[in-house]
């Protein structure tokens, strides 16, 4: 069992950017992929980005390829989301969660179905 806590979220101007952190507990968070998804209202929870077990290789959404940027760092137990040129479509409750395997790539195919763990959402509002 991994526990997850997301922070970092809030309200901010499109163009601005913004910073997720998600801190993990757990044996199993070095070993496993780590991902980011997002909800907006109405909509499926979709993969966002992914990092491999090692932080060596990353999956991104079409959507935020170039702007956003995933990271980890296992000493901390913790993985980030930076954000950049954020849009108003990026509003949506954003997710932490751990995958039940340990790469990226694998984890942004299977999306949600691929998921061990998630954390609590963090909304973050991107205004026009």
């Known amino acids: 069992q991994v526990l997850l806590v997301e922070s970092g979220g809030g309200l901010v101007q499109a163009g601005g950017s913004l910073r997720l952190s998600c801190a993990a507990s757990g044996r199993a968070f070095s070993s496993s992929a780590m991902g980011w998804f997002r909800q907006a209202p109405g909509k499926d929870r979709d993969v966002v980005a992914a990092i491999s077990w090692s932080g060596t290789f990353t999956y991104y959404a079409d959507s935020v390829q170039g702007r956003f940027t995933i990271s980890r760092d296992n000493v901390k137990n913790t993985v980030y989301l930076q954000m950049n040129s954020l849009k108003p479509e990026d509003t949506a409750v954003y997710y932490c969660?751990?995958?039940?395997?340990?790469?990226?790539?694998?984890?942004?195919?299977?999306?949600?179905?691929?998921?061990?763990?998630w954390g609590q959402g963090t909304q973050v509002t991107v205004s026009s």
């Open positions: 969660a751990v995958s039940d395997a340990p790469g990226a790539q694998v984890m942004g195919a299977r999306g949600s179905r691929g998921v061990r763990n």
